[in-house]
């Protein structure tokens, strides 16, 4: 029988491969930590599915190749924003 902790680390992965979520998303979803998701679907996820694994690390290395392409558009939206408001 699957603990409580393999059955969130099944969840988060099939939530990110869903949603195409980031560990951050994952987190504020659940209601967890950023570190737990990461050790869920990094170390956990890995023993317990491997071929969710895999996907999972998929997004997430799709996620952090985009992270810069991101910040810089709130930026821009955030300084649009403000310009506005001015």
Known sequence: ????????????GEYIIKHSST???AAKYFSVS???VHKDVALRLKEIDPALFKAVRAVL????????IRGGIVTREKYRKLKENS
């Open 1 to 12: 029988m699957k603990t409580d902790i393999e059955k969130r680390a099944i969840m988060l």
């Open 23 to 25: 560990v951050r998303g």
């Open 34 to 36: 950023k570190s737990t």
């Open 61 to 68: 290395i799709l996620n952090k190749e985009e992270r810069h």
